[in-house]
């Protein structure tokens, strides 16, 4: 196993950027290079300490998800190995964790979809009884499964500040009827299509978020991750039930752990105990090994 990886330092091709999880290169005028860290983000604020091979298991997850559902939409990637972009001597720094993807204009808008009624869904249920816009049956209890999914698309915030759900019409505001029709129906049907496969596998895709981009013919294309432990609630099914908070794959084991701190939830984020972050680790190889039926190293 490698050492994690906190930060790319690439110096063979230009920087355009670091997000909170994925440092960002330019390959030629028309593609991009995407190496993904194991930094962890939890309420928006990047924590100190990496947690090993995340980078790997959120690369190898969207690559199972981009080949799964190409049938609906076109994907970013172009096949070219992020090896043979890179300088020899950087090649450990890609290798499992990168991805040449196409150079796509993305839309400002990220496109969530719930099947469950949890986290901010919950939070904003109990307060209003709608999500987003929709208005929900009254008594629903937490983590209950939703009779349709909805999508629920939120603004992109600023590093370090907090997405804004928004409903329907704000998003028609920011990018026509058209385009907005075309990502909420693609976004439910890939949710859709996920959560049936994953049901197969013992693991409730609880909600997701989906980034897309245009082409420069207007072509939609899914983009970023694709239904990752990060960008997605994964519950094991046997041990799920209505009413409480469920045990989750993803890095709601270090949100749990950071609420009982005295932390204002702004940067700098607090460093995590050894055994926090081992048990973090154990949780993405497991869901993706769970996912997929294959071990990470195979």
Known sequence: MTQPLYEASLTSLPLLGHGKVRDIYAVGEDKLLIVTSDRLSAFDVILPDPIPRKGEV????????????????????TGIAPEDVVAPHERDQVRGRAL???????????????????????????????????RLPPGLKQAAKLAQ?????????????????????????????????????????????????????????ADTKFEFGLDDAGTLHLIDEALTPDSSRFWPADSYREGISPPSYDKQFVRDYLETLDWNKTAPGPRLPADVIARTSAKYIEAYERLTGRGLDD
Request: glycine share 8%; charged share 25%.
């Open 149 to 205: 999914p909805l999508f629920t698309p939120s603004t992109k915030a600023e590093m370090g500040t907090h997405d804004e759900n928004i409903d329907f019409a704000k998003c028609v505001d920011l990018m026509g009827e058209d385009l907005s029709a075309r990502v909420r129906d693609a976004a439910i049907r890939l949710y859709s299509e996920a959560r049936e496969y994953a049901a197969t596998r013992g693991i409730i895709i």
């Open 100 to 134: 040449v993807v196409k150079r796509l204009k993305p839309l400002p808008i990220e496109a969530v979809v719930r099947g469950y009624i949890i986290g901010g869904g919950w939070k904003d249920y109990l307060a209003t009884g709608e999500v987003c816009g929709h």
């Open 58 to 77: 959120l690369t190898k997850t969207a690559l199972f998800w981009f080949d799964r559902l190409a049938h609906i939409l076109p994907g970013q990637l």
